[in-house]
């Protein structure tokens, strides 16, 4: 924030800076900026939930599986269901699709609809499962423009994330704060519980130059493959003078994992089941849109054989392995693995 002559400091809500960001969206006659602008709202709406969870015997588990096979908690429900309502409402938004359901849903157009309409696809609530113990959460969501003016279809959503139009996340931690990009660099926003609003605190972030933080589930480590486990022992056991300082830094929401390594600098993995081949993290929910945020930030995200951003998905609940963070980090990785594939 800059001084004016004043000597008032000057400052943006989240609704100022999106409506000053504008500019760069012409074609969208300012239906994208509702659009952020409601994500916004309804992330106020899931800060105040999950603040008051223990008090609103909403913790703990819902009773119930969601389409991922895992156990729902009742909080997931609760975001979901506000994200949803959020969303159902506006002309601008074509179809929506959740981490929690299936299918997605598609909202028909009306002769109220703007010409350009979005998809929005999100994680309501992720590092729910942690909920309980009073760890910071989550909700991730991703940005799509639809194709045409008819109605969405399955392959509407099934976009590379280099076709993202906006992506971001809310941390609910000791303060909530909104995180987002546009492709225009990433901008962060915390909320006032005074005022009520998203105040600009982190304009333009760029991940620091060090790998302070190494931030992996080493339960998995048997899990692993040969080159995925070289990669760990490097950093953690190497002699290379940058990670000398490196510490282990895993809380298990990948919210809170990313959200330390963009601002201290550090390299998150979760790496594919050498076993099965698979990730565990989903495509288009977290990985894609992490993966904007990362590149506009200056780091870099890979499956370990190519640009999470370049993944053409082929499923709404897609899992691909994920290292995302520092450049140099990251570029290791894909480095160690076709070492080892060219062998």
């Given amino acids: 924030m800059s001084e004016s002559k004043s000597g008032w400091k000057d400052f943006h809500t989240l609704e100022s800076y999106i409506a000053r960001e504008q500019r760069h969206f012409p074609e969208s006659r300012g239906m994208f900026t509702d659009l952020l602008r409601r994500i916004g709202l309804a992330s106020k709406i899931v800060s105040a939930k999950v603040q008051k969870a223990g008090l609103l015997d909403v913790l703990g588990s819902q009773g119930a599986e969601n389409v991922q096979g895992e156990q729902q908690m009742k909080l997931d429900v609760i975001a979901n269901d506000i994200m949803k309502a959020t969303f159902a409402w506006m002309p601008q938004v074509a179809g929506i699709a959740t981490e929690e359901e299936e299918s997605y849903t598609v909202f028909p157009p009306t002769p109220d609809n703007p010409g350009v309409r979005y998809i929005v696809l999100f994680d309501p609530l992720d590092g729910s499962s942690n909920i309980d113990a009073n760890v910071s959460v989550g909700t991730i969501f991703s940005i799509h423009k639809l194709e045409g003016s008819g109605e969405c279809r399955l392959e509407d959503f099934l976009k590379q994330g280099v076709e993202q139009q906006a992506a971001g996340y809310v941390i609910y931690g000791s303060s909530t704060?909104?995180?987002?990009?546009?492709?225009?660099?990433?901008?962060?926003?915390?909320?006032?519980?005074?005022?009520?609003?998203?105040?600009?605190?982190?304009?333009?972030?760029?991940?620091?130059?060090?790998?302070?933080?190494?931030?992996?589930?080493?339960?998995?480590?048997?899990?692993?493959?040969?080159?995925?486990?070289?990669?760990?022992?490097?950093?953690?056991?190497?002699?290379?003078?940058?990670?000398?300082?490196?510490?282990?830094?895993?809380?298990?929401?990948?919210?809170?994992?990313?959200?330390?390594?963009?601002?201290?600098?550090?390299?998150?993995?979760?790496?594919?089941?050498?076993?099965?081949?698979?990730?565990?993290?989903?495509?288009?929910?977290?990985?894609?849109?992490?993966?904007?945020?990362?590149?506009?930030?200056?780091?870099?995200?890979?499956?370990?054989?190519?640009?999470?951003?370049?993944?053409?998905?082929?499923?709404?609940?897609?899992?691909?392995?994920?290292?995302?963070?520092?450049?140099?980090?990251?570029?290791?990785?894909?480095?160690?693995?076709?070492e080892s594939e060219a062998k």
């Fill in 177 to 338: 704060m909104l995180v987002y990009t546009t492709g225009f660099g990433v901008h962060g926003f915390t909320l006032d519980p005074e005022v009520g609003e998203f105040i600009l605190s982190h304009e333009d972030i760029r991940i620091p130059d060090v790998c302070k933080c190494f931030s992996v589930n080493d339960a998995n480590y048997a899990k692993w493959d040969e080159p995925t486990k070289r990669f760990a022992d490097h950093i953690r056991y190497g002699d290379d003078e940058r990670h000398e300082k490196t510490s282990s830094r895993y809380i298990g929401s990948l919210v809170a994992d990313f959200h330390r390594n963009l601002l201290y600098g550090g390299v998150f993995m979760y790496p594919a089941d050498a076993k099965t081949g698979r990730g565990k993290l989903r495509l288009l929910y977290e990985c894609a849109p992490m993966a904007f945020l990362a590149e506009q930030a200056g780091g870099a995200a890979t499956t370990g054989r190519g640009r999470i951003m370049d993944v053409r998905p082929t499923e709404l609940h897609q899992r691909v392995p994920v290292v995302i963070g520092n450049k140099l980090e990251v570029e290791l990785y894909e480095r160690m693995m076709k």
